[in-house]
């Protein structure tokens, strides 16, 4: 048996579907609401040269943690320009973070086992991230951050981490056409197996 838990920090939509398996409840959002997730709130700081995200476990925060639907206004983000709920499929997508400077972090977690009456468990998402490029030093950054990793050994899966941190180079990043200090890259697949 073998437990998987998704960290997602810094993201600002996600929707989730697993392919050929049954999904773990609300993995995609499709309740409408966080139940099965873990939300947190936090802050980051810069040490020793390193962004560190400092997170405590909480309910779904107002403005930090937020279930988008179609009835979701604007309907469009303001600096991509591309819809803020994932065209890919399902009703629901989530938005974490928002306009304000600070230091904030959110992040949501989600814990599930991967089945082992099957071959190939493949877990495939869409994401979205938009994020400020302020031009600090690296340490103190915007970031984007999204690990997955096996509860019982620690082992980080390595294929399906990704961290972002807000800078003019990033690929598959544009600079906002409606505030060139904003950088986002529009919805994109990606798969855990």
């Not at 802050?43 to 943690?65: M, V």
């Not at 992040?107 to 991230?129: E, K, M, Q």
């Not at 340490?139 to 390595?158: C, H, K």
């Given at each position: 048996?073998?437990?998987?838990?998704?960290?997602?920090?810094?993201?600002?939509?996600?929707?989730?579907?697993?392919?050929?398996?049954?999904?773990?409840?609300?993995?995609?959002f499709?309740t409408?609401?966080?139940?099965?997730?873990?939300?947190?709130?936090?802050?980051?700081?810069?040490?020793?040269?390193k962004?560190?995200?400092?997170?405590?476990?909480?309910?779904?925060?107002?403005?930090?943690?937020?279930?988008?639907?179609?009835?979701?206004?604007?309907?469009?983000?303001?600096?991509?320009?591309?819809?803020?709920?994932?065209?890919?499929?399902?009703?629901?997508?989530?938005?974490?973070?928002?306009?304000?400077?600070?230091?904030?972090?959110?992040?949501?977690?989600?814990?599930f086992?991967?089945?082992?009456?099957?071959?190939?468990?493949?877990?495939?998402?869409?994401?979205?991230?938009?994020?400020?490029?302020?031009?600090?030093?690296?340490?103190?950054?915007p970031?984007?951050?999204?690990?997955?990793y096996?509860?019982?050994?620690?082992?980080?899966?390595?294929?399906?981490s990704?961290?972002?941190?807000?800078?003019?180079?990033?690929?598959?990043?544009?600079?906002?056409?409606?505030?060139?200090?904003?950088?986002?890259?529009?919805?994109?697949?990606?798969?855990?197996?």
């Amino acid at each position: 048996m073998r437990r998987i838990t998704l960290t997602v920090l810094f993201i600002s939509g996600m929707t989730a579907m697993a392919f050929g398996q049954t999904c773990p409840p609300n993995i995609d959002f499709e309740t409408g609401d966080f139940s099965s997730w873990e939300c947190s709130i936090g802050t980051t700081t810069a040490a020793n040269g390193k962004n560190q995200i400092n997170l405590t476990p909480s309910p779904p925060t107002k403005s930090r943690h937020e279930i988008l639907t179609t009835a979701s206004m604007p309907t469009l983000d303001k600096y991509g320009r591309f819809p803020r709920l994932c065209p890919y499929g399902g009703k629901y997508s989530v938005q974490l973070g928002n306009d304000v400077t600070g230091a904030q972090a959110e992040g949501l977690s989600y814990t599930f086992i991967v089945p082992t009456t099957v071959d190939t468990f493949t877990f495939t998402y869409y994401y979205a991230v938009v994020f400020e490029d302020p031009g600090h030093d690296h340490s103190e950054q915007p970031r984007f951050y999204f690990t997955a990793y096996d509860v019982l050994t620690g082992e980080v899966i390595n294929c399906a981490s990704y961290d972002y941190v807000a800078t003019g180079s990033i690929p598959g990043f544009e600079k906002s056409p409606t505030n060139p200090g904003v950088l986002f890259k529009k919805w994109s697949p990606t798969s855990l197996q």
